[in-house]
């Protein structure tokens, strides 16, 4: 980490809750780094900002984070946060939650977010496990994947949440790793800029449950396995792979950046796609559209008193 950084950071932290209680190698410290320096280059006042947590390992994040916070029950941090954008239009809310927490106990919450359009950025943590509770199988537990509960593999099919956000009409979608920790950031401080719910799923790790139980077991191993389960989708970084790569040696041949990075033994068709998946411009969140409405009322009123 950049000196830089280490310092944009530390403002932005509860210096009196720490150390976390996250493992070593835990994904989620990056996430909360990605977080404060994203609303750091947006110019936001922590003050006006909002992080909403639930229960799991991510909804620590909230007790460790410089903003109004509010640590909720499992699965109920959207409809906190519905509240709260409700009755505050004008604050930033951020609502951070775990795969199990979002998509499982929280699903009916998260969905009518989405419905809503409610003013929010959410930020799930994808690490394929229940990883507070002791390992279970969670939503988004790939087929085949071992957890304490599906000891033999998991059978049933992993939770699309892209899918789910499309059709429940989120406004902005992205889908982001903790091995792209600068495209990570660049997603939160675009998610930012949306008008309504924005929701970006970032792909983590969980190496002490989930990776020992399926040859994982090493933080960064499990990290950079990240670079072959996911396939970028900027176009400007696509028409670069296409691009040659000149070495230094004018001997040397030139060749496509592609066939360079090429994985092994990984379908394009099976590699996930991260960076913005969809965006629906123009739309309004709905704590203004409630206050537009309640002001042509109040106008309505008014101008009723004024004629009698």
Known sequence: MKVQTSFIIKEYLRPEMLPSTWCGGCGLGIIMGAIAQAVHFKGL???NVAMVSGIGCTGRMSGYMDFNTIHTTHGRAPAFATGLKM???EMTVLTVMGDGDAMSIGGNHLIHAMRRNIGMVAIVVN???YGLTGGQTSPTTP???HTTTAQSGSFERPMNLEALARTAGAAF????TVN???ALTKLIERALDVSGFALVEIISNCHVLFGKMNQMAEASKMIAAMDEDTQRTNPTLLRRADLPIRLTSPESPSAPVHELTEMEDVEDESRTWRGVMFERKGS???SKRYYDMLGKIHAQQRAAEEAN
Request: proline fraction near 5%; glycine fraction near 10%.
């Open 180 to 182: 792209h920790t600068a």
């Open 127 to 129: 690490n394929s496990v």
């Open 45 to 47: 006042d922590k003050d």
């Open 143 to 145: 087929i085949g994947g």
């Open 284 to 286: 309004v969140d709905l």
């Open 87 to 89: 009755a505050r239009p």
């Open 173 to 176: 979608y992205a889908r982001a």
